[in-house]
Nanobody, 116 residues
C-alpha cells in the first residue's frame, strides 16, 4: 500500500507564499505521475499541477507562472510551491499519485486559506 501525507497548508495573506509537501510511504514503485488537485467549497476537485515521471508537467491555467511542482526522489516527496496567492486559491489541496500496479492514490487533503 502507498500512503500520501500532505503538510504545509494554512492561512496566508493575498500575495503571500506557501509550500505544500506530500510524503509518500509504503510500497513505492512504478510511479506514473505525481500531482496536486484542489477542491473549493461547493466546487469539483480540479487539477492544479501534475508531473509525469516519464517527463513533462501540466498546470492549471489559473496557476501558471505562480505555482511550481517539484519532486525530491530521495525523500519520496512531491512539493507545490505557491507564490502570489490569491483569495480564489482557497481550497482543500490533495496530493495525488498514480502507480502502475495499484492505480490512483490520494492524500487526506490539507486546507489552504488565502485571506486578509
Amino acid at each position: 500500500q502507498v500512503q500520501l501525507v500532505e503538510s504545509g497548508g494554512g492561512l496566508v495573506q493575498p500575495g503571500g507564499s506557501l509550500r505544500l509537501s506530500c510524503a509518500a510511504s509504503g510500497s513505492i514503485f512504478g510511479i506514473n505521475a505525481l500531482g496536486w488537485y484542489r477542491q473549493a467549497p461547493e466546487k469539483e476537485r480540479d487539477l492544479v499541477a501534475i508531473m509525469y515521471i516519464g517527463g513533462g508537467t501540466n498546470y492549471a491555467e489559473s496557476v501558471k507562472d505562480r505555482f511550481t511542482i517539484s519532486r525530491d526522489n530521495a525523500k519520496n516527496t512531491v512539493y507545490l510551491q505557491m507564490n502570489g496567492l490569491k483569495v480564489e486559491d482557497t481550497a482543500v489541496y490533495y496530493c495525488y499519485g498514480h502507480y502502475r500496479q495499484i492505480g490512483e492514490r490520494w492524500g487526506q487533503g490539507i486546507q489552504v486559506t488565502v485571506s486578509s
